[in-house]
């Protein structure tokens, strides 16, 4: 059974920076793609960014392009989210999520992914 746990949210401040973690067990990850969503209060989730497991190619949403670093270490089975320049708009809940990789068209669609972690929060503050 495949497991996400996120962890790493938390409060910083405006301009700061945070890096967020998922943990995935319970499956091997090949050909797999590994992204991160967020939701804020009200608002759908959001795509941010993905990784495929096995190349390490990655995609990013244009809001967060330039800000946003995702990584994986196969190794350990972990994706990370390096987020800089923190605005208090990204203030949300953040998820981790994985599903088959094909091609880039589904990643934003969170209708498309398999499994979902219950997310860490994330607050910044002005």
């Known amino acids: 059974q495949v497991q996400l746990v996120e962890s790493g949210g938390g409060l910083v401040q405006a301009g700061g920076s945070l890096r967020l973690s998922c943990a995935a067990s319970?499956?091997?990850?090949?050909?797999?793609?590994m992204s991160w969503f967020r939701q804020a209060p009200g608002k759908e989730r959001e795509f941010l960014a993905a990784v495929t497991w096995n190349t390490g190619s990655a995609y990013y949403a244009d809001s967060v392009a330039g800000r946003c670093t995702i990584s994986r270490d196969n190794a350990k089975n972990i994706v990370y989210l390096q987020m800089n320049r923190a605005k208090p708009e990204d203030t949300a809940l953040y998820y981790c999520?994985?599903?088959?990789?094909?091609?880039?068209?589904?990643?934003?669609?969170?209708?498309?992914?398999?499994?979902w972690g219950q997310g860490t929060q994330v607050t910044v503050s002005s």
């Open positions: 999520a994985v599903q088959p990789w094909t091609n880039r068209s589904y990643l934003q669609n969170y209708k498309a992914y398999n499994y």
């Open positions: 319970g499956s091997t990850f090949s050909g797999y793609a």
